[in-house]
């Protein structure tokens, strides 16, 4: 029987513990979420299309929401070639508001995003709200009659979705808008259906079951097209608020790196990015396109970062 | 009948000798798992995740396999909970109250046998519950909002007192340093972290399995190391293991409360097995005739909570397959799993891929008999591990607890704060202050304080919100009788039944 014992252990060990050779992936967190799911999937693909030598070692690095592994690439591993870090909105939300104790977003370089999960704001299926105007003209007359629930802190992309469609739509005074913070948007949707909260924003991807049993009614989707598969859930556009919120997938890699090996992960994701094998993940796991690369990447989290880090001082999370 | 045929078609897909083959693995594996402390169904079943990814597994084969280790687990931390005073995991932890004196008077076998089955009671009773009310009891969770749950926690510790048997002041004072400890970490309603003193490992919180681990297993290091062995609860003696027929006709009861409580605990998300348990024991001691006798080798305390907690373990899969919603830290492992699986629970689920339920159900089904044979008949397979000579074990167990924290993160931080929290428990100890309740205060302490600040939110501040709604109003009856009602009765009850029960100390 100890021969089980040690067997057991020894599974534990190679589980967690394989030397780290050739490429390799650090997600942030446990096995199982948003980021594992980005390292295995991209490693996979990136092994069958041959872009890489060897298989891509995925390592989990949880803390800190991210924080841990960032800081480590940072401190321990900034001109380590051969290593990409699985990131999202999530990512840029944190470095914004400064939660990686004190870490910012150019100590790495950002490679790329090739998918993104469309935010939605859903209401009950018996809501008297039928548009997001409606909504937004409620919350415009008494801010304390709707209350929102997500599947992130205050202060996470669930609850800036809310606060910057709302900024866009003119609402200024956002201080005032309800949000209550649950574990994930199934939870949220739970309190949505409920009646303990009035409406609910999450990542599509996350609800779809909800949406195609009728228990929520989707009001807005904050993409820049209407999702395919959901082609009867109006953009927020439509409605004639301009936001975007999407939860992008993509990586970044250490700071100290070559030009060349920075190029040469750019050139590496684009090739995922375009395979077929990607645009089946992406329609398997109900991601819509969403891709920007290199130069226009480290562009775009920059202007992510100053605008989220504009509503966080609105709301005082920031000083 | 829908549901025969539905389950003869889960059955049909489920039994295969290589599903089969896996569900042994899968059985043997978790029990060994949430015997060793340390490691706990979630990290247990979070560490096979990329073996099945690797192994190649499709969809219903890593489900049996991983619901198996799931099970598994549940079974297992009774063991060590009972021989070694260390919980398995955490939902273990009540089983140590009643099942160590038991082993310590020398019914170590009787006490394992009477737990065993009643964690088959508890989890195939869940099972059956799952499979006929799931998509009923679904509805239930819609009917909880932030107030109802923050009177589900505070009637959770208004029955605290329950637990401290000794010394109601100590329990209070622990389950305090526990809610403490709870507040360390990202406040998610104003989204700044607390006290983490800007420690980025601080600022998810304390993770419950890093104080378990570190306030039983290594405490208890320090006491053998201190007393040479001598008290140290190391080396129980294990007998022929017999059947005992009439400790379980006795305890039946206990474990058809149990389970009920504990199904409904696990169906709640946010209630999860911990509290399935703890609630389990709370009440069996309530209802109890003889109170005395609790927190001292009552097997009714150790069929209660264990029925509890593996009831809950099945009642947790209810929101978890029809809403999506994880009631554990568990079944929020597994919930990722199926979503990497491309299987996407929520209330279209048992519509849309009948066969990947019913198959998990069959294959439940098949892990608690599996369980049962290896956890009853076998059991002494797992408990020769266990009893291997104190000084090869207690260096194993500490090794294993290490690893088994390592593996949550990733970063050493957590084995330091685990040798924290394993000399706060030696002091704990000395100063005769009992640790469950510190684990209950860090396990309850977040989600109550979540949930009150959530209901703030929702209602303006306005705190008769809190009493809102009928399940509120029944629930906080029920904390105040559940806070009250012992002082009062303490008194009518203590008499009569002492003369009774007082032979039975002795042996």
Known sequence: MKNWTKAAVAAIFTSIAVPAAAEECIAPANPGGGWDFTCRQIGRI???????????????????????????????????????????????????????????????????????????????????????????????????????????????????????????????????????????????????????????????????????SGDVRPIAVLSEERVEGFEDVPTAKEQGIDIVAMNWRGIYVPKGISDEDYQKWVDALKQVGESEEWQKVMTENGLAPYSIYGEDFETFVADNIAQVQKISKDIGLLQ | MEILSNLAMGFSIAISPYTLLLAVIGCFVGTIIGALPGLGPANGVALLIPISFSMGLDAISALVLLTSVYYGAMYGGRISSILLNIPGDEPAMMTTLDGYPMAKQGMAGEALVVSGVASFVGAFIATIGLMIFAPYLARVAFKFGPAEYFAL??????????????????????????????????????????????????QDGVDFLVAIVGLFAVAEVFFFIETHGKNSA??????????????????????????????????????????????AYTAEKSVARDKSQFGKGNPRGVAAPEAGNNAAAGGALVPM????????????????????????????????????????????????????????PMVKVFVHILSVPAWILLPGVTMVAFVGIYSLTG?????????????????????????????????????MEDNLRRAMVLSDGDWTFLFSSPIAIGLWIAAVLGFIAPIFLRSFLKRPPLPETEPKVGD
Not at chain 2, 341 to 363: D, H, Q, Y
């Open chain 2, 234 to 279: 190391i080396g129980v003696k294990l007998g022929k293991i017999l059947v005992p027929w009439r400790m379980l006709r006795q305890t039946t009861g206990a474990m058809l409360r149990g389970t009920g409580i504990g199904f409904v605990a696990g169906v709640l998300p946010g209630a999860g097995a911990s509290l399935g348990s703890f609630l």
């Open chain 2, 411 to 447: 970063s050493s931080f957590d084995m330091l704060m685990m040798v924290g929290f394993g000399v706060l428990g030696y002091i704990m100890r000395k100063l005769e202050i009992p640790t469950v309740p510190v684990i209950l205060g860090i396990l309850l302490g977040n989600a």
């Open chain 2, 153 to 202: 926690y505070m009637l959770a510790f208004c029955t605290l007192g329950g637990i401290g048997s000794n010394n109601q002041a100590k329990a209070a004072m622990a389950a305090a340093i526990g809610l403490g400890i709870a507040m360390i970490g990202l406040d998610k309603t104003t989204g700044m972290p607390r006290f983490t003193f800007g420690e980025l490992h601080l």
């Open chain 1, 46 to 212: 990136m092994t069958e299309l041959g872009v890489v030598p060897d298989l891509v070692q995925v390592t989990n690095l949880a803390g800190a929401g991210g924080g841990v592994a960032y800081s480590q690439v940072v401190n321990e591993r900034n001109d380590d070639p051969n290593v990409f870090i699985a990131a999202s909105s999530a990512t840029t939300t944190r470095l914004a508001q400064n939660a990686f104790g004190g870490a910012t977003p150019d100590q790495v370089r950002w490679v790329g995003t090739i998918g993104g999960d469309p935010g939605v704001i859903v209401v009950a299926a018996d809501s008297e709200y039928k548009t997001l105007t409606d909504l937004v003209e409620a919350i415009k007359a008494d801010p304390s009659s709707v209350a929102f629930a997500g599947g992130s802190a205050v202060g996470g992309f669930d609850h800036l979705k809310v606060l910057m469609t709302l900024d866009k739509a003119g609402f200024t005074d956002i201080r005032k808008v309800k949000y209550i913070g649950v574990d994930g948007g199934a939870d949220a949707i739970t309190q949505t259906v409920g009646g303990f909260a009035q409406a609910m924003t999450g990542d599509l991807s996350e609800i779809t079951g909800f949406i195609k």
């Open chain 2, 321 to 376: 397959l029809t809403l999506g919603v994880p009631g554990s830290g568990t079944t929020a492992v597994l919930l990722a799993l199926l979503l990497t699986l491309n299987i996407t629970p929520g209330p279209l689920l048992f519509a849309e891929r009948p066969e990947v339920v019913w198959s998990l159900i069959a294959a439940l089904l098949i892990a608690n008999i599996v369980l049962l044979l290896m956890n009853v």
